[in-house]
């Protein structure tokens, strides 16, 4: 039994040990809502954890800490509440409240709620509601029909009376503002429109309507619930919908305490239908192709149609003079969807045989129609040596061989070789002679 008592009384030692270290390394730390116009804001039904740990009393007429209601202030701590646009009853809530255990500390908090006609000016304080000024463990203040949209103060110190106190209790506690004349209503939030139906790819402007939220924040957007975009107003633009996509959105209420409102929204119907134009052709100047569209829409139509043998028909002949990309547009239910087609025409070079650099400004250059489709080609001039006498890469009019070498001296008239490669896929390597006329 001794056993037992002495191993019960240790650990209530090494308990009190502990908690007086604590409370030393607290009590450096002076809080800041240690004076009334610093005092700490606390909203409706969230907890708040505080101490008055290290808090300092100011001792002078009519200054913040002057109020004797049912104790004396020692080492106060400030918080403050503003009542709804109703107003009505509230009641703070104290718990786990942990006192400092030094030498002739007290262990007891006081605590009372003031209103103050005059910010922090102890002259114009009215007491509100009951004060406590014993309390050791768990308690409340309560205050019965407070005024809409006023501001009062809670207050709370250590006492520093009894036998053997020397210094005032410092403790730690959570705090819980509760009642009508401080609850929110209830925000709400929601989308517009919801569950509606639209075409695939169509742009779907989305609304957001807010009620009971001050001070709202940017409004995030989700599909699916993915972040999509924010926005700073409650407007939202989508292209991206799919069938079955949900599409939600958040925001927060509340520059103190905020508190984030959601709509989770419905789901959309997206028409959507299978539309091909068919793949990129390439044909001879002058050719035709068969346009190979495909869908279930029940209308169609190309564009353009001047080179089409019937524009409605999934598979028109195409003879255009140009490289012309054709769209399919099919229709059904009331939405179009389109997809495009290129048919490219093969370009058609013309490398003169001849040409004559004689200052007569007339053929005075070699001029090779249709290289301007072939911007990487190579192009090179040999003598009938074998020797090089002219190079480019890339070859237009700009670029043209006058009838020189490469060190621009001119040559004489006869029989020049070159090779011509295209570096086009499928391209040819291109080979023959030019002749110089002087």
Do not use: H
Not at 129 to 155: H, R
Not at 351 to 368: G, Q, V
Request: aromatic share 8%; net charge negative.
């Amino acid at each position: 039994m001794n056993r037992l008592k002495n191993v019960s009384e240790n650990r209530v030692e090494a308990i009190i040990l502990c908690m007086a270290l604590f409370s030393g390394l607290l009590v450096s730390a002076q809080p800041s809502n240690d004076n009334c116009s610093s005092a700490t804001e606390v909203c409706a039904n969230q907890i708040f954890s505080l101490t008055n740990i290290g808090a300092s009393a100011s001792v002078c007429a009519n200054c913040e800490d002057d109020f004797n209601y049912c104790f004396d202030d020692q080492n106060s701590i400030w918080m403050t509440f503003t009542t709804n646009a109703l107003g009505g009853d509230i009641q703070v809530d104290f718990s786990n409240l942990v006192f400092a255990l030094n030498p002739g500390q007290d262990n007891e908090l006081q605590a009372t709620i003031i209103q103050a006609a005059t910010p922090c000016d102890a002259s114009t304080y009215t007491q509100i509601g009951n004060c406590v000024s014993n309390a050791a463990g768990n308690f409340s203040l309560n205050a019965i029909g407070l005024p809409a949209l006023t501001k009062f103060y809670i207050v709370v110190d250590g006492d520093n009376t009894g036998a053997g106190v020397t210094s005032a209790a410092e403790c730690s506690f959570d705090l819980i503002l509760s009642g009508t004349g401080i609850d929110r209503i209830a925000s709400l939030i929601a989308i517009s429109p919801q569950n509606g139906t639209y075409c695939l790819n169509e742009t779907v402007t989305f609304n957001a309507t807010i009620t009971d939220c001050p001070d709202p924040g940017n409004y995030e957007w989700y599909i699916n619930g993915v972040l999509a975009g924010a926005t700073a107003i409650p407007v939202f633009q989508t292209t991206a919908l799919v069938d079955g996509d949900v599409v939600s959105v958040q925001t927060s209420c509340y520059l103190l305490c905020p508190e984030t409102v959601s709509d989770v929204g419905l789901s959309n119907s997206v028409i959507s239908f299978p539309v091909d134009a068919g793949a990129n052709q390439t044909i001879s100047p002058g050719s035709s192709a068969t346009l190979n569209g495909s869908t279930t829409a029940g209308s169609i139509v190309w564009s353009p149609s001047q080179s089409l043998s019937d524009p409605s028909s999934l598979n028109p002949s195409a003879t255009p003079s140009v490289t012309t990309t054709y769209t399919l547009s099919a229709t059904q239910l009331g939405c179009t969807i389109n997809d495009q087609v290129t048919i490219s025409l093969e370009s058609e070079i013309f490398i003169p045989t001849t040409f004559s650099p004689n200052d007569d400004n007339i053929n005075e250059t070699w001029i090779i129609e249709g290289m301007e489709d072939y911007p990487n080609a190579s192009v090179k001039v040999f003598s009938r040596w074998g020797q090089e006498v002219f190079e480019s890469t890339g070859y237009s009019d700009q670029k043209a061989w006058k009838g020189d070498s490469k060190r621009g001296q001119l040559l004489a008239s006869g029989v020049y070789y070159y090779i011509i490669d295209l570096k086009g896929e499928d391209e040819e390597v291109l080979k023959g002679s030019v002749t110089i006329i002087r």
